[in-house]
Structure formats: C-alpha cells, structure tokens
C-alpha cells in the first residue's frame, strides 16, 4: 500500500483552518490522498484527518512536523502526524475467555490489522498455547486477590519493556489501577460486553436478562479511572427476545463484542479517531 503521512488535528474552531493546512500541504507539492473534518457548534471545536502521499512531500516525518509546528500553534491545535507505514505495537491482554483475542490473533495472522504484537499478558495460564502457536511471548502473571498491586507493577513494567503504543483489554477481567490508567490516556482501549452507558461493571448479560431488554451489545472504548465510563470508540448491537436465557445472550453477544473490538483497534491503528473531553471523533 501507499506510504501516507497521517495528519490529525483539534483545535476550536475559526475561519480559514482548513485553508491554511490545504495550502500547507499545497505549497511543499504535497497531495491529498484522504480528507475528512468535523465542526461541533456544541463545543465550538473543529477536527481533521488527512492523508498525503509521503511521496510527494520533500519531508521526513520529523521535518514535517517540524514544518508544521507553527500552524499548529498558531490555530491553538492537538495535533500528530503519523507514519503509514510504521505499525504501531499493541500489547493484548485477556483472562479466561478467548473469542475477543483468538479473533484479534486471527486478524493479525492474515494481515488486516497492521501492527505489531510484541507479547499477551493473562491472569490466567489457559491461553498459552494459542497465542504461542502464533510465535507471540505469553506472559502469565498471577493475581492474588489479597493483593493486587505485584501483578500491575509485573504489567507495567512489560508494558513499558515492549514499548506499547496501545494495550487492548480483550476480555481481561481485572480493573486497571488509576496510575496505569492516567499513564497511558486514550492508549488503553477495552472491550465491554454491554451497550454502554447500560449494564456498567460485572455480569451485564444478566443484567439485561433482568430487565429484559430486546437489545444487547457491546461497547468499545478507551479506559479511563471511572469504570466503564471512557471515551466511547464503537458499539453495536444485536436483537434478543424472552425466549433468550442469559447463556444465550453470552453466546449471541460474543460475536458482537469480536466485531465491535476488532473495529475499534482498527480505527486506532489507522488514527481515526479523535478524543476531545470524554466523547471520540470517528473518522471511519
């Protein structure tokens, strides 16, 4: 594929921004491969992706963001500019259950997800020889339910050995500590079996079958200190009746919860979504 550098920004908004990054882009030869914008009058806030041919640039990635620099503080922008071509590391972690990260392995085996995966982190040893048999380390680190904090110390101390770009909780049925959380804000992305803000914290499937619901879905999102409560990335949906027991609603769930994760990772990989307070921008 197309080497692309990937231009994301925010900034509130005013006239004459997308001018000044169309003729940015112009005025050194570049060209446009993809551009997508967004302006909330509820913020007052305007956000942008763009896509431009590496090749047409006289720039490394470092000197166009060096070049950039002053529009971005010029127009008061959040903004990065990313390199197609360099796949981002994602740590995996999961506990027992193996339909969210078997799919995710899956899609890295054959090529649709672009990124690396250095290791699989697990509270439980069950997975090993999946992940193994896709010559991915696996580490297994105990959890003892006295005391918590070795096991988070072991996880961010592999998280940083490995150089995550992103962690991606695939069915890993611990809560992160607040300091792992606010180290890494909008690189922790997770999966929850609910569509939320409905059914938050433990066993939401039968939550649902309590109140029943003729809707349940699954919710993917960036995971911040509050529970359940980050910045949404994707969810999605499927119907039920009252003929449905909760061991139904698990089994038709999960192929909503592998769909919704897989989609959401994959935004993040190619930079399509943009965080401002606790709602997302999807640029899909």
């Known amino acids: 594929m197309e080497r692309r550098y ?8 005013r006239v004459g921004i997308v001018s000044m990054v169309s003729n940015f882009i112009s005025s050194h030869g570049g060209s446009i491969a993809d551009a997508n914008q967004h302006s909330d009058p509820g913020s007052g806030y305007f956000f942008m992706r ?8 006289p720039f490394t990635l470092d000197q ?7 529009i971005g503080h ?6 990065d500019i990313t390199d197609s071509n360099r796949p981002k590391r994602v740590i995996l972690m999961a506990s027992r ?16 997800l672009f990124c690396e995966i250095p290791c699989v982190i697990s509270n439980h040893d069950k997975l090993r020889s999946m992940v193994e048999w896709h010559g991915i380390p696996y580490y297994h680190l105990a959890v003892d339910p006295a005391n918590k904090q070795p096991h988070f110390e072991q996880v961010e101390s592999l998280i940083a050995e490995h150089q995550a770009d992103v962690v991606v909780l695939a069915r890993y049925m611990q809560i992160l500590p607040p300091k792992l959380c606010d180290h890494y804000p909008h690189r922790i992305i997770n999966i929850h079996h609910s569509f939320l803000p409905s059914f938050a914290g433990a066993k939401p499937y039968h939550q649902a079958h309590e109140r029943g619901v003729k809707l349940i879905g ?19 949906v499927t119907r039920i009746s009252h003929r449905d027991h909760p061991e139904d609603m698990v089994r038709l769930g999960r192929d909503v919860e592998k769909s919704v994760l897989a989609r959401g990772l994959r935004w993040h990989l190619e930079d399509r979504v943009l965080v401002h307070g606790n ?6």
């Open 6 to 13: 990937r231009l994301v920004l925010s900034c509130p908004d």
């Open 50 to 57: 763009v896509e431009i041919s590496a090749a047409t640039l």
């Open 64 to 70: 166009l963001k060096e070049a950039f620099a002053p």
């Open 97 to 112: 259950e193996s339909h969210c990260l078997a799919d995710l392995l899956y899609r890295y085996h054959s090529e649709e």
């Open 74 to 79: 010029s127009f008061q922008m959040e903004w």
């Open 279 to 284: 709602k997302t921008v999807v640029f899909a």
């Open 218 to 236: 699954a919710t993917c999102h960036y995971v911040t200190q509050d529970l359940d409560a980050g910045p949404i990335i994707d969810q999605d």
